[in-house]
């Protein structure tokens, strides 16, 4: 089993429309988490931090399970600029580099 | 706004060549990273500095060396390069705040094709 998965998609959706996708993550002492974005031919940039809580930064939504060992993303009223991979980080402990680990990434399409 | 820059955006190089990637970020950040990005696999990191002159090896450090020897700069060496290191390869920097790593901000990436 991979340490962390993503559905590699691509999810294709309409404009406005509110997409969701997982991240699991196999250890359960794993500590901190992020949701990137990666454009086409880009390199990847922070979306947001997932803290405990969820957090919500405009339309984007994160979330934790701890229990079910997952994080979430969801994107209410997506627009055509959504378009992107979105990959997830998963942080096993903050002072050993090694654990850094990135999904594969889950590619969305956002259609007119 | 914070910059990483990475010494070339496409090279070719032969198999069994040396090759120096090069990484430049001039935000003063401790913590400097190298991936490589192929389909399917996402990024694997290959080694991280947290310092000047100290690395840690990461997840595919086989076939690599890294140098840090100024704050700023975080080079990549590929001692003789196979068919098989053909990849993206990302440069990363980031800020160490209590707690945990911040963001990491790239760089956009050197094409590596090695024939």
């Known amino acids: 089993r991979k340490e962390v998965e993503q559905d590699p998609g691509p999810f294709n959706v309409p404009e406005g429309a509110t997409v969701a996708f997982n991240c699991t993550y196999s250890?359960?002492?794993?500590?901190?988490f992020f949701w990137y974005r990666q454009d086409c031919r880009k390199e990847p940039k922070l979306l947001m931090s997932v803290y405990s809580s969820g957090n919500e930064d405009g339309r984007f939504t994160a979330q934790l399970n701890r229990a079910s060992q997952y994080i979430s993303l969801l994107i209410r009223d997506s627009k055509l600029s959504d378009s992107a991979t979105y990959l997830c980080v998963v942080i096993l402990s903050w002072s050993s580099a090694s654990k850094i680990i990135f999904g594969s990434g889950t590619r969305l399409s956002i259609r007119p | 706004d914070v910059k990483v820059t990475q010494s070339s955006r496409y090279l070719v190089k032969r198999t069994g060549e040396k090759v120096f990637l090069e990484c430049v970020q001039d935000?003063?950040?401790?913590?400097m990273f190298w991936y490589r990005q192929d389909p399917g696999l996402g990024l694997r990191l290959i080694y991280f500095?947290?310092?000047?002159?100290?690395?840690e090896k990461g997840d595919i450090p086989e076939g690599y060396s890294v140098s840090r020897e100024k704050k700023e700069r975080f080079s990549l060496i590929l001692e003789s390069a196979s068919t098989n290191q053909t990849s993206m390869y990302l440069c990363a920097s980031s800020l160490t705040v209590t707690g945990g790593l911040d963001e990491q901000y790239f760089g956009p990436g050197t094409r590596l094709t090695v024939t």
């Open positions: 250890n359960s002492a794993s500590q901190s």
């Open positions: 935000m003063d950040h401790e913590n």
């Open positions: 500095s947290y310092d000047v002159k100290m690395k």
